[in-house]
């Protein structure tokens, strides 16, 4: 039973990370669009449950929008994954160049070399400066 646990927590270990290289940078809009949603949301709940769900999708909408026109565009990156799949992954905090190899976890895009090095010193019981 003991031998089961480890392998499942071996596979979903491996299955959280995915090496990928950089594309191209793209932007994102998705602190715009679940701030105008929550906003158009309880402008729209004045009508009720339908109004509500109207006025969530119109929010959303114009608030991706808004914060695009403004200029505060998060940045996401577009990757390829080792499968040969596309997709859009966030990075707000780093910066990444045009055919960098990055591991994505989850919705975010992170520095392969710098995972790896990670990992190696924090099996080892050395002090690293």
């Given amino acids: 039973m003991k031998k089961l646990g480890t392998l499942a927590l ?5 299955g959280s990370a995915h090496a990928a290289e950089v594309l191209e940078e793209t932007k ?7 701030v ?3 906003n158009g949301m309880m402008i729209g709940a004045i ?4 109004g509500m769900l109207i006025g969530a999708g119109i929010g959303a909408l114009f608030g991706g929008e808004a914060q ?3 200029g505060l565009s998060d940045r996401a990156y577009k990757v390829r994954t080792a499968d040969g799949k596309e997709k859009v992954v966030r990075s ?16 975010r895009v992170h520095d392969a ?5 990670n990992r190696l010193y924090d099996s080892a019981y050395s002090y690293r400066e």
Avoid: C, W, Y
């Fill in 10 to 14: 071996t596979l979903l270990a491996a």
């Fill in 28 to 34: 994102d809009h998705t602190t715009g669009k679940s």
């Fill in 36 to 38: 105008g949603g929550m």
């Fill in 47 to 50: 009508g009720g449950p339908i």
């Fill in 68 to 70: 695009e026109a403004a």
């Fill in 92 to 107: 707000p905090a780093q910066e990444f160049a045009v055919g960098d190899k990055v591991e994505t976890r989850g919705n």
């Fill in 113 to 117: 070399a710098e995972l790896a090095d």
